[in-house]
């Protein structure tokens, strides 16, 4: 390999580092037990008035709330790997049994659709 071709390899590997986001959301509800959420209506429902500034919010409601947004800007770039797998879960079950709902979350988060190519890639591998 040839002096530039390395110098070009460093480069791009520092410029990789660079660019990796410095920290993740936070942890604090990796473990949650995703499917018990998904399988109570009743919850779903507070969540969804929660998003929608519709109804209270609880502290893991808020949390959520004041992620969204950033994490839809960023394709989940400070997601963990648990973070995008409980996502791609909700996201698909959402998508799926509740349609109404998810196209009122979706005009409320990303009116103009400039998020969606970016999501879909980076939590749904193309749906």
């Known amino acids: 390999m040839n002096l530039l071709s390395v110098v070009v390899l460093v480069c791009c590997m520092f410029a990789a580092v660079l660019s990796a986001p410095a920290e993740f959301y936070t942890s604090q509800f990796d473990n949650i037990d995703i499917e018990s959420i998904l399988n109570n209506e009743k919850l779903l429902d507070n969540y969804f008035k929660c998003l929608m500034d519709e109804g209270p919010c609880t502290l893991e409601g808020r949390t959520l709330k004041s992620l969204v947004p950033d994490a839809l800007n960023t394709s989940c770039a ?35 659709n400039k998020f969606k190519d970016g999501i879909e890639k980076a939590l749904l591998g193309s749906r």
């Not at 799926?96 to 009122?104: E, G, H, I, L, V």
């Not at 979350?105 to 103009?112: A, F, L, M, N, V």
């Open 78 to 112: 400070k997601c963990t790997d648990k973070q995008k797998q409980i996502a791609r879960r909700v996201i698909t079950f959402y998508l799926d049994k509740y349609p109404a709902n998810s196209a009122r979350i979706i005009k409320k988060y990303d009116p103009e």
